[in-house]
């Protein structure tokens, strides 16, 4: 940043971000208990967070949570589009983070093969 013109530019852009994350945007929740980080959470999340960006899908919120409690189905993630059913997948494995992003995020297609649970 060399003026303030510079940081003004800034201040906008990350004021549209935050804007689009108040309209209540897609969040995607990432189970990082131990029993998610030893099947590899980690490295999911780390994956969903670059898809996104490779993306520039920024009105998508990803938040790590605790255990979820089924621990054998891990890597959970949960997907929450607006207006729609909470989505759970299971047993998600690093090459069925960009089929859930094309599938479920970007196009609204629920990735049926994964699925563990609906919530309303």
Same mark, same amino acid.
């Given at each position: 940043? =060399?003026?303030l013109?510079?940081? %003004?530019?800034? !201040?906008? =852009?990350?004021? @549209?971000s935050?804007?689009?994350? =108040?309209?209540?945007? *897609?969040? $995607?929740?990432?189970?990082?208990g131990t029993?998610? $980080?030893?099947?590899?959470? !980690? @490295?999911?999340? !780390?994956a969903?967070?670059?898809?996104?960006?490779?993306? +520039?899908?920024n009105?998508?919120?990803?938040?790590? *949570?605790?255990?979820?409690?089924?621990?054998?189905? @891990? #890597?959970?993630?949960?997907?929450?589009?607006?207006? @729609?059913?909470?989505? *759970?997948?299971? +047993?998600?494995?690093?090459?069925?983070?960009? =089929? $859930?992003?094309?599938?479920?995020?970007? +196009?609204?297609?629920?990735v049926? %093969?994964? #699925? #563990?649970?609906?919530?309303?």
């Amino acid at each position: 940043m =060399k003026s303030l013109a510079d940081l %003004n530019d800034l !201040r906008d =852009k990350l004021q @549209e971000s935050i804007n689009l994350r =108040k309209k209540g945007g *897609t969040v $995607i929740i990432v189970g990082m208990g131990t029993c998610g $980080i030893a099947a590899g959470a !980690r @490295e999911v999340m !780390r994956a969903i967070l670059d898809e996104l960006a490779a993306r +520039n899908l920024n009105d998508v919120k990803v938040i790590p *949570t605790g255990c979820i409690g089924m621990c054998d189905k @891990e #890597v959970l993630v949960d997907v929450m589009r607006p207006g @729609e059913s909470r989505i *759970t997948y299971g +047993n998600v494995k690093l090459a069925d983070v960009k =089929k $859930i992003i094309d599938d479920h995020i970007v +196009n609204g297609r629920i990735v049926a %093969n994964l #699925v #563990v649970k609906r919530k309303a």
